[in-house]
């Protein structure tokens, strides 16, 4: 997907919602429990019930890979099916990978040709070698860690002065261009985004820690977007888990709904 | 496995090498590319022809997941073959994962749980919650990504200062203890090992970079040796791709042989 596609469906849409499909096998409905295909039933079904409310699918490969081989098969299945039945949704392999450059390039090969990701995301802390290769498949999107939304943010990325994830932004924004570069940065320091858009005025933000973590959209839009929107802000728990009955799906739905009739507004505002 | 049982193993083998099981099809022997399970044969006929001279086997997980959902299968295979055979073998994954607590606890669960392997490599970008759901899991080691062996370790780990490797090595180091954590020190910067041992003077290192990335065996040992040996010196490419032909493993193996030689007499001294 280019670009310029992405940025038309977000306006088709008036949506730029990103579902994160983390499938816990200990959350899941009840009546799903124990099911053989579990997993895929509940994705399929998520999917389904979300597709009209978002622009974007975030499997996170972590979740699968907990359920041995038989996760990785239903992460190929799902990735799958939103190719064939909703092909116009961005897909991201949110793997957290990086690595030497031969093995960076292992990794772009599994994630773009083998899996059939839009985009993977990418760990920085090996470099340039370790993120270039990814760069190079054409429209095909890098999202690279700048700034987190979880607690050990702290440790590394807010040390130093300048800190860490604005060298992080600074150095790989060279890399690469809104084309096929973006950035992970965190909704539950959403002030900041402030200070990132003066880095990186243009590039696409993959915003989590809205929802289960705690961000708020309207902070996130405030000092995020761009004229192209420039965001894309996931969910995962808080609509996936959002009931536990038979008619998890329609809860999943109700809230996607509610997340995309904010950003409708914001989009418009 | 625990660290007094490696300590043990690696003065038993008087060898402190890690065969890196990194299977590229377009590097395998002639008279193995196109068949069906090409790959796996290939590992097996490694893995028995280097065992007597190693202490550890380490798998990249790119280069399985390069190949689809077939590859991920492979991997299982052959960390399960290892555990059969070769029961006292240390098998790393080597998958420089990382995310926010709930995810990390995943990918433990993945590797530890479900491939069985005794160790992971994590990057530490993410900080403490990415980090220590590794370290919960008894007799298991998470080695967490210092100084890499590649030239992009000059883009941020090398930056400031103290340099960001260096407040890896003592932030991280303070979250575990030499009985759960190691740390990766590239081997291409070899007379960096002994500032690396002034952070961490005791827990193991996982050093790669001997071989085609051309680190010296001699200088690793030089500066970075404790008294339990505390190193892991990985080869990957200088052991898999020795020759081409039907005896590809016999050069392996003599390849193997030659490291540990020199390990031998590197423990003796």
């Not at 816990?24 to 895929?40: C, F, M, N, R, S």
């Not at 054409?138 to 990325?157: P, W, Y």
């Not at 900041?192 to 005025?201: A, D, S, V």
Request: charged share 20%; net charge neutral; glycine share 8%.
């Amino acid at each position: 997907m280019t670009y310029s596609q992405l940025v038309a469906f977000i306006k088709e849409q008036q949506s730029f919602l990103c579902v994160g499909l983390d499938p816990d096998i200990t959350k899941l409905p009840k009546h799903l429990q124990g099911e053989k295909d579990a997993v895929w039933q509940f994705n399929k079904a998520i999917i389904d019930a979300t597709a009209p409310y978002c622009v974007a699918y975030k499997p996170n490969t972590a979740f699968y890979e907990a359920l041995g081989i038989q996760g990785w098969t239903v992460l190929f299945e799902t990735i799958s099916y939103i190719k064939k039945s909703y092909p116009k949704h961005f897909i991201i392999a949110d793997a957290k990978r990086g690595d030497i450059g031969n093995t960076s390039s292992m990794y772009a090969q599994a994630f773009f040709n083998q899996m059939g990701a839009d985009a993977i995301t990418v760990a920085p802390y090996m470099g340039s070698d370790s993120v270039k290769p990814f760069l190079e498949f054409k429209d095909k999107f890098t999202i690279v860690l700048g700034l987190t939304s979880n607690k050990g943010a702290d440790d590394f990325q807010l040390q130093g002065s300048p800190n860490l994830y604005s060298k992080v932004l600074e150095q790989v924004s060279l890399w690469g261009t809104k084309e096929n570069l973006m950035f992970v940065a965190g909704a539950t320091q959403a002030v900041m985004l402030k200070e990132i858009r003066k880095i990186i005025p243009s590039h696409f933000l993959l915003v989590p820690g809205v929802g289960a973590q705690g961000g708020s959209l309207q902070e996130v839009a405030r000092y995020g977007m761009t004229a192209d929107v420039g965001l894309l802000v996931n969910a995962s728990r808080s609509i996936l888990y959002a009931h536990n009955g038979n008619n998890f799906f329609k809860a999943a739905a109700a809230e996607a709904q509610k997340l995309q009739s904010e950003m409708a507004l914001l989009i418009k505002a």
